[in-house]
């Protein structure tokens, strides 16, 4: 199994361009989500989703779209770039009703 | 709104020594998690713990959940320089999970 791959590992975006972060997992996993991880703030929930066809918002949504067509699949769309995106995104799965998350290796995104 | 505070959040020791890292929130948690992460990587679990009370060892480290299910604590015995990584609590929070800031972990050989 690969587990959670994230691509691309790394992005320099211009303000205002758009991109879409992708996550496949392997797992059959029916919960995915999104964090960006910024010096001195942690881990931050941008969107979750419990299944293809359902998403929802987290802690920090605006800015950010996502979509969940399939089991493996959950993209993070940027519509509009901007510096204060500026972040390492990760993407986490897990099974439903269990704890543990499975967390891919990162796309380091850089917004000028 | 639900947080986790740990401390410290920067610890540098020697090789062979102890430490502890606390994980401490006003709120109630279902579940929680530490994770370990290293430089280029994403969090990599180490251990859930969901009864209050609970203790649950792993090699050399060992984690308690607070008897209120508030806090939590991880204890290294015998640190080695394999263990220099950043160590992450989360809370379990209707399915989804909060985290804490982390604990910077440099053990020198």
């Known amino acids: 199994n690969a587990g959670v791959t994230q691509t691309p590992k790394f992005q320099v975006l211009k303000t205002g361009q758009s991109m879409t972060l992708q996550c496949a997992q392997d797992m059959n996993h029916e919960y995915m989500s999104w964090y960006r991880q910024d010096p001195g703030m942690g881990l931050r929930l941008i969107h979750y989703?419990?299944?293809?066809?359902?998403?929802d918002q987290g802690e920090v949504p605006n800015g950010y779209n996502v979509s969940r067509s399939t089991t493996e699949d959950f993209p993070l769309r940027l519509l509009s770039a901007a510096p204060s995106q500026t972040s390492v995104y990760f993407c986490?799965?897990?099974?439903?009703?269990?704890?543990?998350?499975?967390f891919g290796s990162g796309t380091r995104l850089t917004v000028v | 709104t639900q947080l986790l505070e740990q401390s410290p959040q920067f610890l540098s020791i020697q090789e062979g020594e102890n430490l502890t890292v606390y994980c401490n929130s006003s709120?109630?948690?279902?579940?929680l998690q530490w994770y370990r992460q290293e430089p280029g990587e994403g969090p990599v679990l180490l251990v859930t713990v969901v009864t209050g009370g609970e203790v649950k060892k792993l090699k050399r480290l060992t984690f308690q959940f607070g008897d209120a299910r508030k806090d939590s604590s991880l204890h290294i015995t015998a640190a080695q320089p394999g263990d220099t990584g950043l160590y992450l609590c989360?809370?379990?929070?209707?399915?989804?999970?909060?985290f804490g800031k982390g604990t910077k972990l440099s053990v020198k050989p």
């Open positions: 709120s109630v948690f279902s579940s």
């Open positions: 986490a799965s897990r099974v439903t009703g269990r704890y543990g998350y499975t």
């Open positions: 989360a809370g379990g929070s209707q399915g989804n999970l909060i």
């Open positions: 989703s419990v299944g293809a066809g359902i998403t």
